[in-house]
Each structure stands twice: as structure tokens, then as C-alpha cells.
């Protein structure tokens, strides 16, 4: 069974930072593009940072770019997303998915995870 489990959210200060893990199981994800996204209550999902199969192609919203950083370590087969000087519009579920290729080229992902919280206080 393919699994994405994140970990990592929490409650942070303002200008704080939090590490969110996903953890990939049941196959291995190198040939996925592994993207993050986030959802703030009343609002619609939004795409936040995502990183290509090989690890060299990372791409980020305007709204978290010089904040947020992305990494992946496909021998532990998890993606990391750093978030650093939070902002309280930061607040939201943050979801990881993963997305074959070709997948990837419909716009579609082939697997979700359940979402970690993340609450940014001001």
C-alpha cells in the first residue's frame, strides 16, 4: 500500500521555523515529482513548492519564495519542506503529493498525503 505521511507542523511564533517531513512508503519515489501544497480554512488549496525527480529543479509560490526551501532524500524516500520567517498567512494544512511524469505533465498527482497543521500566532 502507497503511503505519504507528513510530520512536522505545529504551533510557531511569528519569524519562527518548522521542518515538514513526507514520508514515502509501499514504492520508491525518485522518479516522482514530490510537491507541497496548502489549504487555509475558507480558502482554496494552493500549490506552495515542489521539486523534480533528480532533486535538481525546485519551484516555489511567489508568496513563500526566499522563505521556504525544499529538499528530497530519495534513500530515505521522504521530502523535506523548510519554512522559515513565518508569517501568520502561513497558517494551513499543509498536504504533500506525488506525481509520475507523466502524470505531472496532465497536472494530476498520484498520491496525496493527510496533511500536517501548521499555525503560525502573531
Known amino acids: 500500500q502507497v503511503q505519504l505521511v507528513e510530520s512536522g507542523g505545529g504551533v510557531v511564533q511569528a519569524g519562527g521555523s518548522l521542518r515538514l517531513s513526507c514520508a514515502a512508503s509501499?514504492?520508491?519515489?525518485?522518479?516522482?515529482?514530490m510537491d507541497w501544497f496548502r489549504q487555509a480554512p475558507g480558502k482554496e488549496r494552493e500549490f506552495v513548492a515542489a521539486i523534480r525527480w533528480s532533486g535538481g529543479s525546485t519551484f516555489f509560490a511567489d508568496s513563500v519564495k526566499g522563505r521556504f526551501t525544499i529538499s528530497r532524500d530519495n534513500a530515505k524516500n521522504t521530502v523535506y519542506l523548510h519554512l522559515n520567517s513565518l508569517k501568520p498567512e502561513d497558517t494551513a494544512v499543509y498536504y504533500c503529493?506525488?506525481?509520475?511524469?507523466?502524470?505531472?505533465?496532465?497536472?494530476?498527482?498520484?498520491?496525496w498525503g493527510q496533511g500536517t497543521q501548521v499555525t503560525v500566532s502573531s
Open positions: 509501499g514504492r520508491t519515489f525518485d522518479n516522482y515529482a
Open positions: 503529493a506525488a506525481a509520475t511524469r507523466s502524470s505531472w505533465s496532465l497536472g494530476q498527482y498520484d498520491y
